[in-house]
């Protein structure tokens, strides 16, 4: 009788065995995205990062915070590890707030990159995806100055506005931009910060105008910030008068047909999101003792843990005398763009 019971044990063992694998290699993946506020530049990420969860099948979970705070970003992302997440794409509103969450999630088997364009350089996220903060404000920098340059301006105030400060990304871009600008003869003042807040960045915006009479300048660096300088300059009566430069939006296009905004930078944040999702799904897929091959495979692109994409576009109105820069890949307008890069456009709209 015992042999025969430890028989029928082992012949539930063998038949359970394959179904319980195969339940869990069936299982839909779900892999989470927590970007850093919730605004159209966002978008742009969360549409690239669902169109790759679209084409390899797994479940997109994303998660816009409302304002540039660390506290519900982090836990949202421990929320999401104790509901047994795949893995988890993060933008850090502060590259050490979320330390801690990070190498927990790593820890317990949970894949985490940084991006897009954020890291969190101390913690143990497998790699950061997106671009160099550094480069980008001096690629910012070059675009002012050549376009102040046309315009006929060789000095000046330019006046830096942003929604905060906290992130590694935020510190590298200022400095970047200031090294570039201040040296070309202009002077920079310290960044006007709006917390996130669009209409406070238009009421800021509107005061910098009213303060700084010898005002050549602006840098709209969070993508609300645009618009909200061109319409600044627009109530002002200042269109020509200051060279505003921003980064791509729908809202921003008008100031730019208009004049009022006379350049911009595409951060290519679509491919990049796209990229991020698809390494997740592959180490989700692969498992912690896979991670390794995963990752070399992307090996070419990520010196030192890190992926940093082609550079970033310069996008005006209309055709320009302008040279490309170092940190620029290309050159084009609006509506050269918009050809290029239907899908993002149709989220631009």
């Not at 990049?272 to 070419?300: D, F, H, I």
Request: charged residues 20%; hydrophobic residues 45%.
């Amino acid at each position: 009788m015992k042999r025969a019971f430890l028989i029928l044990i082992a012949v539930v063992l063998l038949v359970c065995i394959p179904i319980t694998v195969a339940t869990a290699q069936a299982r839909q993946l779900r892999i989470g995205y927590i970007t850093r506020l919730s605004v159209p530049w966002w978008i742009v990420c969360e549409k690239g990062f669902t169109d790759a969860a679209a084409k390899l099948g797994f479940k997109p979970v994303i998660y816009h915070p409302p304002q540039l705070t660390v506290e519900d970003q982090v836990r949202v992302l421990e929320s999401w590890v104790a509901a047994g997440i795949d893995g988890v794409l993060i933008g850090p509103n502060d590259p050490a707030a979320p330390i801690n969450a990070i190498n927990s999630a790593i820890d317990a088997g949970v894949p985490v990159i940084t991006g897009y364009g954020v890291d969190s350089p101390d913690s143990k996220r497998l790699l950061f995806e997106g671009y160099d903060g550094t480069a980008l404000g001096v690629a910012f920098g070059k675009g002012i100055v050549a376009t102040l340059k046309l315009a006929g301006k060789s000095s000046g105030t330019i006046t830096y506005h942003t929604g905060g400060m906290q992130s590694t990304e935020d510190v590298a871009s200022f400095d970047g931009f200031k090294g570039v600008v201040e040296p070309a003869g202009y002077t920079v003042v310290e960044p006007v910060l709006d917390g996130g807040d669009p209409a406070k960045a238009l009421a800021s915006a509107s005061e910098v105008i009213a303060l700084y009479p010898d005002l050549v300048g602006m840098l709209g660096y969070y993508d609300y910030t645009g618009p909200a300088l061109g319409k600044a300059v627009t109530d002002a009566g200042k269109i020509g008068q200051i060279v505003v430069i921003a980064g791509l939006i729908g809202q921003v296009v008008p100031y730019m047909r208009s004049g009022a905004v006379s350049g911009v930078i595409d951060y290519v944040q679509y491919d990049g999101s796209y990229r991020a999702a698809e390494m997740l799904y592959k180490l989700a897929k692969a498992g912690k003792a896979g991670w390794t091959k995963v990752l070399q495979s992307y090996k070419k692109d990520y010196p030192a843990n890190k992926l940093e994409l082609q550079g970033f576009g310069w996008v005006t109105a209309t055709k320009m005398n302008m040279q490309k820069w170092p940190e620029i890949s290309w050159i084009m307008t609006l509506d050269d763009h918009q050809k290029k890069y239907p899908i993002v456009w149709a989220l631009l709209k």
